[in-house]
């Protein structure tokens, strides 16, 4: 599928709201490695938080809901509604991006990632990278691509007052 981008998703307000709750979740995971020690120093601490919301998680119907205010705004494409995954990332100056897939082999699957910092000036950078487009960071941004894509963040510059915070969930086709 070809890369989708919807802007101002999200109203200000929401924006605002969404930010603040998740940045004062429960459960975030500081290493921000997902999964177990892979021995690979550089990726094990990308981030300076990930968190991991599951069906079990009182975000998840917020998530759910997101995913069917998305597909309605879509015009040519649907995307299924099964949630498989949601990590939210947190980024900071100091974080490390690599280039990398969602998933490996599945082309069943589709991420969608959300930026949810309230407030962004280009000076900050922060981009977002899939498809050799670059997608700069803005407030209420969604990216939908095919999860076996090659993508990568950068990080916001140092004078940069906010934490990066974008949101990646990944449905099937």
């Not at 997902?34 to 919301?53: Q, S, T």
């Not at 100056?93 to 962004?120: A, G, R």
């Amino acid at each position: 599928m070809k890369t989708i981008c919807l802007d101002n998703f999200f109203n200000s307000d929401e924006l605002f709201w969404l930010y603040s709750e998740l940045i004062k979740t429960r459960g975030w995971n500081l290493n921000a490695s997902p999964e177990a020690f892979d021995k690979d120093l550089n990726k094990l601490y990308g981030n300076i938080g990930l968190l991991n919301l599951d069906y079990t998680s009182n975000w998840f119907s917020y998530f759910q809901g997101l995913v069917f205010r998305i597909n309605k705004q879509l015009i040519n494409t649907k995307i299924h509604s099964n949630i498989e995954r949601i990590y939210i990332n947190a980024t900071n100056p100091m974080s490390k991006h690599w280039l990398h897939q969602d998933v490996d082999t599945d082309i069943n699957k589709i991420s969608i990632l959300t930026m949810f910092t309230p407030q962004w000036q280009d000076s900050w950078q922060g981009s977002f990278f899939v498809d050799n487009n670059e997608y700069k960071m803005k407030p209420g941004r969604i990216i939908i691509f095919d999860s076996n894509q090659y993508h990568t963040g950068s990080n916001p510059s140092e004078t940069c007052p906010y934490i990066r915070l974008t949101c990646n969930i990944i449905v099937r086709k």
